[in-house]
């Protein structure tokens, strides 16, 4: 099965559990909410990665070649004290906590970092 055709399925999992929970979910929310499950900011992004990655040979596919994150940059912040390596291609937005229960706050003002 290819990477897409499992993230389909897991979508399709998760709208039949939601929905078994009493919670209206469209496919297309579901496939969004795998997508984002996988490191993918949408699953617009999730295709065009897995589009572009060749499918592995008789191999698992490792988490590096389903996210697609090559390029990284360093983030610190002395005020939590912490730093960790994040995606390049990551945008920070400020947070706005009613768009979504899956949005995360805390990075948001990442500039500096060029």
């Known amino acids: 099965m290819s990477p897409i055709e499992s993230l389909k399925s897991e979508a399709a999992a998760l709208q039949t559990k939601e929905q078994a929970l009493g919670h209206l979910m469209k496919h297309c929310d579901a496939l969004e909410q795998v997508a984002k499950n996988h490191g993918y900011d949408n699953w617009r992004a999730c295709r065009a990665v897995l589009a572009t990655t060749p499918p592995a040979v008789n191999s698992p596919p490792t988490k590096e070649n389903l996210i697609g994150i090559t390029d990284m940059k360093h983030y610190e912040s002395s005020d939590w004290n912490f730093a960790l390596d994040i995606p390049r291609r990551w945008n920070s ?18 500039s500096h970092l060029g």
């Open 93 to 110: 937005f400020p947070t706005v906590p009613t768009n979504s229960p899956y949005e995360v706050t805390g990075l948001t003002d990442l």
